[in-house]
């Protein structure tokens, strides 16, 4: 299989990890110099391009036109949109799946504008609480059905060194299978970006292996922090 990804934050570097792991050919796009060097330490000159996602001719550099799967993944809804369009209508891409960032543009995201699947990561979070699940420092909120991940939910400690911090400081601490998909404050929930600070009391769902709980549970919590 080979799969274009475009964004290469939280993201696009954690699905790289997994397609990486799972031996698949992959190019990541992004459009930062300074995290396009990072991913390139990760990753390696050869999956990583520099550049304009929704450039047709970036796209192009990519293989786009031999990828068996498009992954518009960046941190604006506007520009994932861009990205579908082009690649399912000028490069006949068999199968398009987008990031929403927002809510409200989630209608936005559908087959005529290129979406073939649309990862709406607020209205996962929401089905889970409709179904009421209790909230407890950490806990498994879904186990998959194949593998070692699952979704589980940590409440921050006011202890916690972590508090106070954007997100984009915990890069270095977060261990690498870990993804942050979501942080729930009162009656809020927040879709969490580079410059999203952590407050007490914060319950943050993250896409994790089962085998980096505690240390999940360390950092959050008064035992550990970011460092």
């Known amino acids: 299989m080979k799969v274009v990804i475009v ?3 939280q993201v696009g570097s954690y699905m790289g990890e997994l ?3 799972n031996g698949c050919d992959f190019r990541i ?3 930062d110099r300074a995290d396009a060097d990072l991913l390139i330490e990760r990753f390696g000159e050869r999956r990583v391009i520099f550049g304009d996602g929704t450039s047709p001719t970036i796209l192009e550099s990519s293989g786009i036109e031999t ?9 604006h809804d506007e520009t994932n949109l861009v990205i579908s369009t ?7 891409a068999p199968r398009v799946i987008a990031r929403v960032n927002s809510p409200k543009n989630a209608w936005l995201f559908t ?3 290129g979406v073939d699947a649309a990862i709406n990561q607020a209205d996962i979070i929401g089905h889970m609480v409709v179904e009421e699940m209790s909230m407890k420092s950490l806990m498994t909120l879904m186990k998959l059905s194949r593998g070692s991940y699952s979704i589980i ?3 921050v400690s006011d202890k916690s060194s972590t508090v106070g911090k954007q997100v984009k400081d915990l890069a270095s601490a977060l261990p690498d299978s870990a993804l942050m998909i979501a942080i729930y404050r009162g009656e809020n929930l927040i879709i969490p970006h580079g410059n999203t600070i ?7 769902m993250f896409f994790a292996s089962e085998r980096i709980h505690a240390e999940l549970d360390n950092l959050f919590n008064a035992r550990g922090g970011a460092r």
């Open 67 to 75: 990828a068996d799967v498009v992954a518009a993944v960046t941190g």
């Open 7 to 9: 964004g290469g934050g």
């Open 153 to 155: 939910q940590l409440t």
């Open 111 to 113: 087959i005529g504008m």
């Open 198 to 204: 952590i407050f007490p009391g914060d319950k943050i």
């Open 29 to 31: 796009i992004e459009e």
């Open 86 to 92: 082009i690649a399912k209508f000028e490069f006949q």
């Open 19 to 21: 397609l990486a792991k």
